[in-house]
C-alpha cells in the first residue's frame, strides 16, 4: 500500500492532538471493508496456476497496459523449463482452474467496483468518472455509415474469395509422383506434426484430451494401413480467369472510394459530438442535390450489379472447377474414419479453446478497466483529503488568534462551538476518506495480481489456440482437393511446410 501524503498523515493523527473532537457528535460515514480473494480449491492446490511466472511477476509490478502484455515466447520457455518431464493436467483440474480464475476475477472486479461505488458518494463532490459514450447520432446519418459499411465489408469478402478462386484457377497439377506419398507418408507427416506442436501447449492447458487420443489411434492405423492410389486426370482451364481478374481490379477500385467515404462520414459524425460550436462553418458546401453527386437507388444499382457479376463469376467456377478437378482417388474406409474422429475432436478442441481465451480476454478487459478506474478514484481520493487541508488551517488560525481575546473576552461562545465543530467534521469526513483510500488500494494490489494471473492464463490459451489452429491448418493438406504439387514439397522440405502451415 503506498504511503501517507502530508494531509493523509495529518487528518489520520488529529484526533490524537486535539483528543476533545472525539467527544463530538460527527456525521456518520459508511466505508467499505476490504475483502481478500479466495482461495483456490483443494482439487488444484499445489499446481502451478497461471499466475507465478517471472513474466507474471512483471505484469503485476508494471503499469496496467492492454491484454498480451506477456510475451508468448518467453512464457513458453519458462514454462517447458519447470515441466521438463512433461507431466499433464486432467480436463477437471483445466476445468476447475478456469472456473477459479474466472470466479477470482469476477469476486474482485465487483468488490472493487462495490468500493468505488461508495467512494463516489462519500466524495459528493467528484463527478461521474467515466464520460458518457456518444448518445446520440442523427439516424439518416448512422443508416448510410452503417450501408456503406456492409456494403465494403461484402465487397472485401468477395475480394478474398476471388482472389482464392483466381488462385485455384491458376494451380495447374503438373506431376502425378508423390500420390502414394502423400496418401501414405504425407498423413503420417501430418498426424505427427500435430502431437509434436500439441505438446508444446503450456502449463494447465497441457491436456491429455480426445484429440491427443484421437491421434493416437490414426497413428497406429497410418503405421499399418496400406493406402490406395489411382491415376487421376489432371485438367486445366482459364476460360474466366481474365473476367475474374478485372472484376476483382473493380471490386478494390469500389472499395477504395467506399472505404474513404465511410472515414469521411465518420469523422464528420465525431465532429458533430466533439466541439463542434468551435468549428468553422461551411456554408458553401450545403446542396440538397450536389450536381456531381449520385442519386442514392443508382449508387446502390451500381453496387449491387458488379456483386452480381462477382457471385457470377464464382459459379461459373465451382462449375469448372469441378470438371478441373476430379478425383484422383482416395484412402481407404478405415483411413478415413479415423481421420474423421481426429477432425471432429479438433473441432470441438478449436471451440472449446476458442471459448476458453475469450473468457479469460473478457475478464482481463475488465480487470484492467477496473484498474484504470480505482487508479483514477485514488488520486481522486487523494485530491479531495488534500482539499480540506486550507480549511483545517483557516479553523485552527481563527482559534489560535481567538486566545488572544482579553481574558474577560475570552469565552465558549457559538464561534468557538463552530470551529470546534468544524475541525471536527473535517477529521470524520478526512478518516472516512482515507479508509476508502487504504480499501480501493488493497483492491488495486489485488486487481493487479488478478491482471498478472490472467494475463498469463490469457497467453496460455493463446498459445494452445494458435496450436490447435495449426493443427486445424495442417490437416487441411490431407483433402482431397490439396495440391498435390504443395503437398509433395510439404511432405519432402520441412521449412516449406513451416511456412504452408503458419
Known amino acids: 500500500m503506498a504511503g501517507l501524503n502530508s494531509s493523509q498523515a495529518l487528518f489520520g493523527t488529529l484526533r490524537e492532538k486535539a483528543p476533545a473532537i472525539a467527544e463530538l457528535r460527527t456525521q456518520k460515514w459508511k466505508t467499505e471493508k476490504y475483502k481478500p480473494s479466495s482461495d483456490p480449491p483443494d482439487k488444484i492446490r499445489g499446481f502451478q496456476l497461471p499466475g507465478v511466472s517471472p513474466l507474471a511477476e512483471q505484469v503485476l509490478k508494471s503499469k496496467s497496459g492492454p491484454p498480451g502484455q506477456i510475451n508468448l515466447a518467453a512464457l513458453s520457455r519458462w514454462y517447458l523449463a519447470q515441466n521438463t518431464e512433461g507431466k499433464k493436467h486432467t480436463i477437471d483440474e483445466w476445468s476447475s482452474t478456469l472456473e477459479y480464475v474466472r470466479k477470482r476475477a469476477l469476486e474482485r472486479t465487483a468488490a472493487s467496483s462495490g468500493t468505488r461505488s461508495s467512494s463516489v458518494n462519500n466524495r459528493k463532490g467528484i463527478a461521474a468518472e467515466i464520460q458518457n459514450q456518444e448518445t446520440s447520432v442523427k439516424s439518416q446519418f448512422g443508416n448510410h455509415l452503417s450501408e456503406v459499411g456492409k456494403y465494403k465489408s461484402r465487397l472485401e469478402n468477395l475480394v478474398t474469395t476471388i482472389r482464392r478462386e483466381i488462385k485455384a484457377m491458376k494451380v495447374t497439377i503438373k506431376e502425378l509422383e508423390g500420390w502414394v506419398a502423400a496418401r501414405t507418408k504425407w498423413p503420417l507427416k501430418v498426424n505427427e506434426k ?49 473476367d475474374m481478374e478485372e472484376i476483382e481490379k473493380a471490386l478494390l477500385a469500389d472499395i477504395e472510394r467506399k472505404g474513404s467515404a465511410h472515414t469521411i462520414d465518420k469523422s464528420m459524425m465525431k465532429l458533430q459530438l466533439t466541439g463542434a460550436k468551435d468549428q468553422m462553418l461551411s456554408l458553401d458546401s450545403v446542396h440538397p442535390r450536389p450536381a456531381t453527386a449520385l442519386d442514392a437507388e443508382d449508387w446502390r444499382y451500381a453496387t449491387n450489379a458488379l456483386i452480381g457479376r462477382a457471385e457470377q463469376s464464382f459459379q461459373n467456377c465451382d462449375t469448372l472447377r469441378t470438371t478441373m478437378k476430379k478425383a484422383t482417388g482416395h484412402c481407404d474406409a478405415i483411413l478415413r474414419k479415423y481421420a474423421m474422429g481426429v477432425d471432429l475432436a479438433l473441432r470441438t478442441k478449436v471451440n472449446q479453446a476458442e ?148
Open 194 to 242: 500435430c502431437s509434436y506442436f500439441r505438446d508444446q501447449r503450456l502449463g494447465i492447458d497441457l491436456v491429455a484430451d480426445d484429440v491427443e487420443i484421437e491421434l493416437g489411434k490414426e497413428n497406429e492405423i497410418l503405421n499399418t494401413a496400406i493406402a490406395e492410389n489411382t491415376n487421376s486426370v489432371l485438367e486445366e482451364s482459364y476460360d474466366v480467369l481474365h
Open 355 to 502: 471459448e476458453a481465451v475469450n473468457i479469460v480476454y473478457d475478464l482481463l478487459l475488465e480487470t484492467k478497466k477496473e484498474i484504470q478506474a480505482t487508479d483514477r478514484e485514488v488520486l481522486k481520493i487523494e485530491k479531495a483529503i488534500d482539499s480540506h487541508l486550507p480549511p483545517l488551517s483557516y479553523a485552527t488560525k481563527r482559534l489560535e488568534e481567538r486566545q488572544a481575546r482579553p481574558e474577560t473576552e475570552r469565552t465558549i461562545d457559538s464561534v468557538h462551538e463552530a470551529l470546534i465543530q468544524e475541525v471536527a467534521e473535517l477529521d470524520a469526513a478526512t478518516s472516512a476518506l482515507q479508509d476508502e483510500l487504504n480499501v480501493n488500494l488493497c483492491n488495486l494490489e489485488e486487481l493487479k495480481a488478478m491482471e498478472a494471473m490472467l494475463e498469463e492464463d490469457y497467453g496460455i490459451k493463446k498459445v494452445t489456440l494458435n496450436i490447435e489452429r495449426r493443427c486445424v491448418k495442417i490437416r487441411s493438406f490431407l483433402s482431397p482437393d490439396a495440391d498435390n504439387y504443395v503437398v509433395v514439397r510439404m511432405l519432402n522440405d520441412d521449412t516449406f511446410f513451416d511456412l504452408m502451415t503458419r
